[in-house]
């Protein structure tokens, strides 16, 4: 009897692995292998969750340490390190109730005091975050005079009311508030750590995390490993275990290394999209990302070329692009023509009718011949214009086929001149510029990240498009429960004045294992968790 | 000898403070800084970072807080752009990787580079001279980035022995390919070198000499040509050696290799003040080191030379 029961035991244990092989949250069976490794464009710069400022580091990041909200697979807000949050009347003040069962990997408890600590290190001066300016833009009382040295960083409008109690206070309201708080800068910091080892405490032996992963190996610029911290509030549901990026900086080379095996996700180089979906029809995907790509004009008075600061020059230039052309010809990747500086697929925002984006292309370079024409240029008085842009073989082609329409539709000649990245940042902010090409990518998924850009008061208006109205609706838009109107028209405004030229909204190609799940589908902000990813059973 | 040693040290003082006050002059005359980016820093954010790093202090300040840095504490800075890490870590990592790889593609160019350039001479005009010069031409002509693809599509896609890229510590599998393809270009050109310079070499009387008295031809080669036939090599091994250990661009890009080569690069794009000037100077130093190595291996080779 008791052989027999000792036998069953041991009989029950050796299926109880299969018993748990199945995706708690949604039944799916799951394969025996649970490991993740994925391409990463270059090392990380930081894992301090206040220095990071690319986007690889916040991948990394998110699997290391969590914040009071994470993203769902379409953008949606999820509790995380908070459970529940109330705002004010005046809507100046959030109260968020955190978790209780939250802790950091020394096994403390994350307390309202780390936020207030990681907020408080990430406009001080003394830290020189390049993310400093992220409170000032989510409104936080005095964010930007700390940053300044104007005031001590104890004056931040956020405060420990208990240990699962925060308040954060607003300088004015905004509707996007809690939609910002899933960005790495708002991340809880662990102080013991930081005060013990200083600027080496995101170093794998003295690192302290959050997160639902625990950093394992760390070898900087070649690989990063990451492995489930059976700590984590969430552990029951924490499948994927070990996460390893691998640092390759080419991309072909990267694809290669998919293709022998060694990669479960990588990026398709330009141009390549076509042939792999035609090839791997289930592992080459491509999905909206939250990135513009325009050409700047420059509006400058006194600098810049005079024929731009004519509306008609500038829309007649716009509607002689092409776009199908470009994303359907020269990217090849799944992105879309843009006759809209903020992307559709941002949450909660309505595009604008723009009457040029139904024409056809016929149709525009009719119009644009007469703008043109009206505005006096013509073969006997050719525009002459100049593109600065940065090395790189898309920008490039985009730059020599634009050329190409606006000489044939518009007899315009434009020389595109090419500079390394530094250099033409550097013209870009100094004004020294006829046209630019610019890019920008959502700090988060609302549509001011887009069109504050263009605010005459905005830093980043490198053009200085200037428009009262503009700044009017996006002033006004802070205060709004709901703003979307204002953005829409705010749109209108910059599809009639034309301060820049839309050319495509960018996408995230990617070759992805077939048996690889929890990937964002929808969230254009690409926010992917290490935590919610699985492989299924093929 | 000695004497001779201790002034190139010597010279090496003012050499090196010449190459930190040009390169950091050159460095600041580059447009943009490392904090200039598409997404603008406010006016207050980017004052903070400058004081962080010094850059708020005039040129000279910096220059002299730099080489005190150096000099007292063996401190080359922090990095401006990889925030977690100072410019000695990021050296003391990247370093030790192509030197690694650096070395054996040295060992591999010069002994094959070497057996082929001899055989090409000693045969000239034979098929071996032709197949030695056709080789070596071919992989002139291929440089390592186009190599480099090539060898991952053979080895790994195809054949799956090697694994495409990474470095695990030095494991022989991952150094296998980045060797090949950083060894072969630097082969071509030593075994050129060395063919013309013995075809020069056998005609001399001394060659002569030695073949009349009788002396098996791989005597003659070994024992009196080989010698002189090194000098125009040893020249060009000194420069080679120290940009095969300090790594390639294309190698540490392709390969994954996380070695300094990369870091070459990328700090001057990203115009990371102090990883640039840790980089030039750490080739600075090596390459005096090793021209002088040369130099004391002339008078070894060819006692006509006093030092």
């Not at chain 1, 340490?65 to 705002?87: I, K, R, W």
């Not at chain 1, 109690?165 to 708080?181: A, E, G, R, S, W």
């Not at chain 2, 080489?67 to 990095?79: E, K, L, T």
Request: aromatic share 10%; hydrophobic share 45%; net charge negative.
């Amino acid at each position: 009897m008791k052989k027999h029961l000792l036998l069953s035991t041991v009989v029950i244990l050796a299926a109880l692995p299969a018993l748990a092989d199945k995706n708690p949250r949604t039944g799916e069976e799951l394969a025996a292998n649970q490991a993740y490794t994925y391409r990463m464009l270059d090392s990380v710069k930081s894992l301090d969750p206040q220095l990071i400022s690319s986007v690889e580091d916040s991948d990394v990041a998110r699997g290391l340490f969590e914040g009071l909200f994470n993203e769902d697979g379409d953008g949606n807000l999820v509790p995380a390190g908070a459970v529940s949050f109330t705002v004010s009347d005046d809507k100046l003040t959030y109260t968020f109730k955190l978790r209780p069962e939250s802790k950091w990997s020394d096994g403390t408890q994350v307390t309202a005091a780390d936020y207030v600590y990681g907020w408080q290190r990430l406009v001080d001066p003394a830290l020189a975050s390049e993310y400093a300016y992220y409170l000032e833009l989510a409104q936080v009382k005095n964010a930007a005079d700390i940053t300044a040295g104007k005031t001590p960083a104890a004056d931040l409008g956020i405060k420990a009311i208990d240990p699962l109690t925060l308040q954060v206070t607003l300088d004015n309201p905004i509707p996007y508030f809690t939609k910002m708080l899933t960005n790495s800068a708002t991340f809880p910091a662990p102080k013991a750590a930081i005060d013990k080892f200083g600027a080496d405490w995101t170093k794998p032996a003295n690192i302290v995390t959050n997160g639902a992963y625990l950093l394992t190996d760390f070898i900087d610029g070649e690989k990063y490993v990451e492995e489930k911290n059976p700590n984590y509030w969430d552990a029951a549901n924490v499948i994927m275990s070990p996460i390893t990026a691998l640092v390759i900086n080419d991309e072909d080379a990267a694809l290669t290394r998919y293709q022998a095996g060694e990669l479960d996700r990588t990026d398709v180089p330009a141009g390549q999209y076509p042939h792999l979906k035609e090839q791997f029809p289930a592992e080459a995907i491509s999905t909206p990302y939250a990135c513009a790509y325009d050409y700047i004009i420059n509006l400058t008075e006194g600098k810049g070329n005079e024929a731009l600061k004519d509306v008609r020059v500038r829309k007649a230039l716009s509607y002689a692009v092409d776009r199908d052309v470009i994303v359907n010809n020269i990217l090849q990747g799944g992105q879309t023509a843009a006759y809209s500086w903020t992307p559709p697929a941002i949450n909660g925002y309505v595009l604008p009718d723009i009457d040029y984006s139904h024409w056809t292309q016929a149709e525009r370079n009719e119009k644009a011949k007469a703008l043109l024409a009206e505005a006096g240029y013509g073969p006997d008085h050719p525009l002459t214009l100049t593109l600065n842009y940065n090395t790189s073989d898309a920008h490039k082609k985009i730059a020599v086929a634009i050329q190409q329409m606006w000489k044939q539709t518009l007899g315009v000649e434009l020389t595109p001149n090419n500079y390394e990245w530094k250099v033409h940042t550097d013209k870009l902010i100094a004004g020294d510029f006829e046209m630019a090409r610019y890019a920008w990518c959502a700090d988060y998924n609302e549509a001011s990240t887009f069109l504050d850009l263009y605010a005459s008061y905005s830093t980043n208006n490198d053009g200085k498009f200037s428009n009262a109205d503009y700044d009017t609706l996006l002033k006004d838009a802070k205060g709004m429960a709901d703003p979307s109107a204002n953005y829409t028209a705010a749109e209108q405004i910059l599809a009639t004045e034309m301060p820049i030229i839309p050319i495509y909204h960018y996408a995230k190609v990617d070759m992805v294992k077939p048996d690889l799940k929890g990937l964002p589908q929808h969230d254009v902000m690409q926010f992917w968790y290490s935590k919610d990813l699985y492989r299924i059973k093929q | 000898m000695i004497s001779f040693i201790l002034k190139r040290l010597l010279v090496a003082i003012p050499t090196l403070l010449a190459l930190i006050v040009i390169s950091f002059l050159m460095m600041h005359a580059a447009p943009g800084g490392p904090f200039t980016q598409e997404k603008q820093l406010p006016a207050a954010v980017l004052a903070n970072l400058n004081a962080k790093y010094g850059l708020d202090q005039p040129i000279w300040v910096q220059m002299g807080r730099y080489v005190w840095g150096i000099v007292a504490h063996f401190d080359f800075g922090p990095s401006f752009v990889y925030k977690d890490r100072t410019v000695n870590e990021i050296i003391a990592q990247g370093f030790p990787v192509t030197l690694s790889y650096g070395s054996i593609a040295f060992v591999l160019a010069v002994s094959v580079g070497l057996a082929l350039g001899i055989l090409a001479a000693v045969f000239q005009n034979s098929w071996l001279d032709y197949f030695a010069v056709g080789l070596s031409i071919g992989a002139q002509v291929l440089p390592n980035f186009v190599l480099a693809p090539i060898l991952v599509l053979i080895f790994t896609l195809w054949l799956g022995w090697l694994p495409g890229g990474g470095w695990e510590g030095g494991d022989w599998k991952h150094q296998v390919m980045p060797v090949i393809a950083m060894a072969t270009a630097y082969m071509a050109s030593i075994a050129r070198i060395v063919r013309s310079s013995m075809l020069e070499v056998l005609t001399l009387n001394h060659i002569r000499t030695a073949r009349a008295k009788g002396l098996p031809t791989h005597q003659v080669i070994l024992r009196h040509a080989l010698k002189p036939a090194l000098i125009p090599v040893l020249s060009y091994l000194g420069p080679t050696f120290v940009s095969m250990i300090t790594g390639s661009v294309v190698i540490d890009m392709f390969f994954s290799t996380a070695g300094i080569g990369k870091f070459f690069v990328d700090a001057a794009l990203n115009r990371d003040y102090a990883l640039m000037m840790g980089v030039t100077l750490l080739v600075g130093v090596l390459t005096i080191v090793f021209n002088l190595l040369v130099d004391v291996l002339y008078a070894w080779i060819d006692p006509k030379i006093r030092l």
